[in-house]
């Protein structure tokens, strides 16, 4: 019943388009709330799925690049946003996931608390 009612969910008119346009408005935020805290910050997204990365890079698409990264500094903004409520992936090399039950105000609170503890790190 379950799977069922998700295949309805996911083959409504323009179910990815707007999950990728969700997605795309938390990476923007991410990489812009970074930028004005002079913080290095790389991300990526594809559809509901996405990425970020600590780094000077302007982009991280190999293994070598990955390691390079700052995990520390993930930890830092890891814990930081766990106590404001929002919860990432654990682990720097993790991809993130929005899905349809994200809403709107959702991804502004996250974008919020990010902002915040970006400015606390810089």
Known sequence: AAG????RIVSQTG?????????????QGLTQA???ADIAL???SVGGMFGFFFTQAPSVTRFDQVMACDAERFKQFFHAMLQRGVYFAPAA???GFVSSAHSDADIAYTLEQARAVFSEMA
């Open 4 to 7: 069922l009612a998700s295949l």
């Open 15 to 27: 179910f990815f388009e707007k999950l990728g346009a969700q997605t795309e408005v938390l990476r």
């Open 34 to 36: 970074a930028a004005d």
């Open 42 to 44: 790389s991300t990526v």
């Open 93 to 95: 090399f993790e991809a």
